[in-house]
C-alpha cells in the first residue's frame, strides 16, 4: 500500500484545522515578517516538493494557510498571517511533509527579509548509505537512523512515548529500528539519542511510513562552564534541559529531558536540537540554577552558567488522627531523581539545594494512603476534605510547595489505609492465580484515582491484599479481572457490593467471585454505513460498579466487525471508539444497552462511530 498520500492527507488536515492557541488570536493583523527558507537535507541537498506548515512552538496545530510546496531548489516562502505570526529573532516551529511522505518537524529562527534565504536542514537524507525499511507494517514506526555523511548509526535509543519505558529500543548494526503496535494511523513521540549527537525529537510522527531516514548530527550544542555560588568551577554538576511542554496526540507532554554532567573543570557540552528550552541544575552543596526560555538555534554557542544558593524545604510529617510524629515518609518526584528526602524519627524531614518556585512532592508513606498540608499551594492539597459536599477526596497524589526563602517548616498529615485481605474465585469456588483485584469508586465507573496504581495480582493460593484509602462519608467496591491489565483469560468479572471505611480500618477473609461471561459480537459503521476497521469496542457495566481499566475491550478487524466476550451478566454499554468517561454520554448509535445472561450470545449489533450523544433505550 501507497503510505505517501494518507501521510500527507492526515498531516495536512491536522495543520490547517481551526485552531487558536489564545495570544494568536489577539494579533491586530497579518504581521510583515515572513520566513524566506531553503530546504535541505542533513548533506546540503535541496528538498523539492515537500509541504510546508508552521504550529507553535508545543507542537499544536495553528490556524494557518495551507502548506507551502518547496520548488526545484528547496525553496520556500512562508507568509505571516494573524493566525499564524513569524515574528523575528524567534523560533518557527515547522512540519515538513516531503514528497515521499515522510513527516519532520523542525525549528529555525526567522531572520530579517534583509538577510534573505536561510537554510533549513531537515534530519534525513535523500541518499544515505543505508537502506530504509520499505514494507512496514501498520500501526509500526520504522527507519534507519545514520549521521549526516549517510553511515548508519547502531546503537541508537528508539524511544516512541519516551517517559514509557515499555517501546524502548535501540538501531542494530545497519541503523535499521522496528517498533509494531503504536497503532494504525497513530501520531506518535519520539526521540532518538546517542552519545555524542544532538537529539532529535518528532512529536507527530505517523505510523506505517516506510523510507524514514532520520539523520543525527553534531553541530547543535551548548556548552561553557559551570560556575557554584562563590564563582568557583562547579565540578559533577548535573546540567538538565527540557523542551517540554509539548502537545502531542492526545496528550500534553509536559517534560522532554536532555541531560550531561560538567567535568572536574566546570566545563561541560549538552548536545541538543534546536528549540526553547528550560535549564535546571541542582547541586545541594554547590547551588541550583533555573532558567527558562533559553532559545538553542543550530550550531554551537557558549553559555557559562552561574549557580546561585538554593532553598532549604522542612517539614514535620504526623498522623491525621494522633498528630504523632511519622517516621520513614519519602519525598521524592520522578522528574527529578536527585530530588528526595526521609521523615526521621521526629517526623522532621529536610530536603536542600531547592530551586525556589512552586514543586511538586510525590509522597511514599507506609502504612498511609491520604496526605494533605494546609501549607500546600494548591487548595485542593490543603484538607482531607477540601469542600463538605464532596463525599470523596483524592488527596493521594502529590503535594506542592511554593519554595522560597526563609519558608516556615510546612505540616503534612497523613491519614492511615485501610488494609483488605481476601481471594479470587472462580464461578465454582475454585482460587484463581494471577488475577487482579482493583478498586473503582462506586457509581463512577472508575478506578479510585483514575489508574490502576491501587491494583493488586492474587497469588498462587487466589489470595491478595490491598491498602487503600479510606471512603469515609463515600462508598467504593471492590472488582475481581481474570489477568493482567489489557489481558483477559477465561471468566468475566466479578464485582462486590458497595461499602464504607475509616482510616485505619482492617478487612480480612473477602472473597470475590468472577463470572461466566457473555459474548456481544456485531460490526462497527461510519455514517455512510462503511465497515470501520481497528476501532475499539468495549463493554461498560451499566451499574457502574467497575474499574472501567478492566473492561472487556477489543478492536474491530478489517471488515469492522469484532467478537466482545467475558462481558459480566446484567446490564452493559456495548459503545466503539471514540469512548467517553462517563458511558451516558456517547453518541446515539455508538453505543447500545444490552441486558446479558451468563454464558448469553447476541449477535448483529451494529455501532456507528461519531454523532450527537443522545439518551439510550434499553434493548
Not at 471505611?501 to 477473609?509: K, M, R, S
Not at 481499566?549 to 452493559?572: C, H, S, W
Request: contains cysteine; proline residues 8%; glycine residues 10%.
Amino acid at each position: 500500500m501507497q503510505r505517501a498520500p494518507l501521510c500527507g492527507l492526515s498531516v495536512l488536515a491536522m495543520l490547517v484545522a481551526s485552531y487558536s492557541c489564545g495570544v494568536f488570536a489577539a494579533e491586530p493583523g497579518p504581521d510583515p515578517n515572513k520566513l524566506i527558507g531553503r530546504l535541505v537535507d542533513a548533506q546540503g541537498q535541496p528538498i523539492a516538493g515537500a509541504q510546508v506548515s508552521q504550529h507553535d512552538i508545543t507542537c499544536r496545530p495553528i490556524s494557518a494557510a495551507l502548506p507551502i510546496i518547496t520548488d526545484s531548489a528547496g525553496n520556500f516562502e512562508l507568509p505571516s498571517t494573524p493566525g499564524a505570526p513569524l515574528h523575528v529573532a524567534e523560533l518557527a516551529a515547522l512540519a515538513v511533509v516531503t514528497a515521499a511522505g515522510n513527516y519532520f518537524e523542525v525549528n529555525t529562527p526567522v531572520m530579517p527579509e534583509a538577510a534573505g534565504r536561510i537554510e533549513i536542514p531537515i534530519p534525513t537524507l535523500l541518499t544515505a548509505q543505508a537502506k530504509a525499511p520499505d514494507k512496514v507494517g501498520i500501526g509500526e514506526l520504522a527507519g534507519v537512523v545514520v549521521d549526516q555523511d549517510g553511515n548508519p548509526l547502531a546503537d541508537v535509543e528508539v524511544h516512541p512515548w519516551d517517559w514509557y519505558p515499555r517501546y524502548r529500543t535501540k538501531t542494530n548494526k545497519d541503523g535499521v529500528f522496528r517498533v509494531p503496535l503504536l497503532g494504525r494511523g497513530a501520531k506518535v513521540e519520539v526521540r532518538f539519542k546517542k552519545e555524542g549527537f544532538s537529539p532529535e525529537t518528532f512529536i507527530h510522527a505517523p505510523t506505517g511510513t516506510p523510507g524514514w531516514v532520520v539523520a543525527l548530527g553534531k553541530e547543535t550544542s551548548i556548552s561553557g562552564t559551570v560556575r557554584d555560588a562563590d564563582g568557583k568551577p562547579a565540578a559533577g554538576a548535573l546540567i538538565r534541559a527540557n523542551q517540554g511542554p509539548k502537545s502531542a496526540d492526545g496528550v500534553m507532554i509536559t517534560t522532554i529531558w536532555t541531560e550531561t554532567k560538567s567535568d572536574d573543570q566546570g566545563r561541560y557540552q549538552l548536545f541538543l536540537q534546536p528549540d526553547v528550552y528550560e535549564l535546571l541544575i541542582r547541586t545541594p552543596e554547590q547551588g541550583v540554577l533555573h532558567q527558562t526560555n533559553v532559545v538553542v538555534a543550530r550550531g554551537s554557542a557558549e553559555r557559562d552558567l552561574e549557580l546561585a544558593a538554593g532553598v532549604a524545604f522542612r517539614a514535620v510529617v504526623v498522623d491525621a488522627q494522633t498528630e504523632e510524629p511519622v517516621a520513614g515518609v519519602r519525598l521524592w518526584n520522578r522528574q527529578h531523581k536527585d530530588v528526595e528526602g526521609r521523615s526521621n524519627a521526629d517526623g522532621l524531614v529536610i530536603i536542600p539545594g531547592m530551586l525556589p518556585g512552586t514543586f511538586e512532592f510525590s509522597i511514599d508513606a507506609p502504612s498511609y494512603r491520604r496526605w494533605w498540608s494546609e501549607e500546600a499551594k494548591s487548595p485542593w492539597n490543603r484538607r482531607s476534605v477540601a469542600k463538605p459536599e464532596l463525599k470523596w477526596q483524592r488527596n493521594f497524589d502529590h503535594l506542592d510547595f511554593d519554595l522560597r526563602p526563609g519558608m516556615p517548616t510546612a505540616k503534612i498529615f497523613v491519614e492511615k489505609g485501610v488494609r483488605i485481605r481476601g481471594r479470587v474465585v472462580d464461578p465454582d469456588g475454585r482460587p484463581v492465580a494471577g488475577a487482579t483485584a482493583a478498586p473503582a469508586l462506586t457509581g463512577s465507573g472508575n478506578s479510585l484515582t483514575g489508574d490502576t496504581r491501587f491494583s493488586v495480582p492474587t497469588k498462587a493460593d487466589g489470595s491478595f491484599e490491598m491498602l487503600l484509602p479510606a471512603s469515609n462519608d463515600a462508598q467504593y467496591n471492590l472488582v475481581a479481572h481474570d489477568g493482567k491489565y489489557e489481558e483477559w483469560r477465561k471468566w468475566a468479572n466479578g464485582v462486590l457490593p458497595p461499602f464504607t471505611t475509616v482510616p485505619g480500618q482492617e478487612i480480612d477473609d473477602v472473597e470475590i467471585r468472577l463470572t461466566r461471561g457473555a459474548t456481544v459480537r456485531g460490526q462497527v459503521v461510519d455514517a455512510k454505513g462503511k465497515p470501520v476497521p481497528f476501532c475499539e469496542v468495549r463493554a461498560h457495566a451499566a451499574d457502574l460498579l467497575e474499574n472501567r481499566y478492566y473492561d472487556p475491550t477489543v478492536k474491530t478487524g478489517a471488515n469492522g466487525k469484532f467478537e466482545l466476550m467475558f462481558i459480566r451478566p446484567g446490564k452493559q454499554f456495548i459503545q466503539c471508539a471514540p469512548l467517553f468517561l462517563l458511558a451516558r454520554d456517547a453518541p446515539a448509535k455508538s453505543s447500545v444497552e444490552l441486558k446479558l445472561a451468563e454464558g448469553q450470545s447476541v449477535d448483529d449489533v451494529e455501532l456507528v462511530t461519531g454523532g450527537p450523544p443522545a439518551q439510550l433505550q434499553l434493548k
